[in-house]
């Protein structure tokens, strides 16, 4: 059985078995994934507040539609639609965070990117 030779976050050592045959890095430590793991991640991202906002509209949709029918108190409704509303201004803070933090991903990789190639030119002190 051999190891992942990947490093974790935290600093230890990567505990997943992999087929020493083929590779020596799990999935999420593979030099030759971390583009692929990017995309995934970007995806995942974006998708789950997709969905959050279009439930969200709905709600308020359909509030909306129960308070014009008198199917719920207008009290409750305004209620109701500030709670929706502090949530869909949670949903955007996280959103822009991880927009955020995708494209400061993106940057140090290009970073690093300049970095290696300026050392494969001689380039730098």
Known sequence: MV???????DGGRCTVIVNG???T???QHDPKRAE????????AARSKPSRELVGIKQRLSDLA?????EKVDKGVGAVASQILNVYLRAVSVELKAKEQLEL???LEALEEALE??????????
């Open 3 to 9: 190891r992942c030779a990947g490093i974790k976050r």
């Open 21 to 23: 045959s083929q590779t």
């Open 25 to 27: 890095y799990c999935y």
């Open 36 to 43: 692929e793991r990017r995309r995934n991640a970007s995806r």
């Open 65 to 69: 539609n129960d308070v014009l029918e």
């Open 104 to 106: 400061i991903e993106r």
């Open 116 to 125: 290696q190639q300026k050392g494969e030119r001689g380039y730098g002190a």
